[in-house]
């Protein structure tokens, strides 16, 4: 099952959309996938209640946060 990524620019599948952030789901998960599965559902029972919480509890990180946590990825593996 694919979906246009409004983040990437990009048609992706839903196996990169539970995965990408450290193993865990992308943030905006949920309401990308709502129209077409009860993805909620499927989050519940893949992921532990502290997983889910780690990812969608709290504030969102801005993009200058993700910007500075690729470049400091990058730095590490150089």
Do not use: H
């Not at 959309?17 to 077409?36: H, K, Q, V, Y």
């Not at 780690?54 to 593996?77: N, Q, S, V, W």
Request: glycine share 6%; aromatic share 8%.
């Amino acid at each position: 099952m694919e979906i246009y990524c409004s983040q990437l620019g990009m048609m992706i599948d839903i196996s990169y959309c539970i995965s990408m952030n450290d193993g865990l789901p992308c943030r905006n998960a949920i309401d990308c996938w709502r129209e077409r599965l009860d993805i909620v559902a499927f989050l519940k029972a893949k992921y532990s209640d502290e997983e889910l919480n780690k990812t969608f509890g709290g504030l969102p990180k801005t993009k200058l946060d993700r910007i500075m946590e690729i470049i400091y990825a990058k730095t590490r593996k150089a």
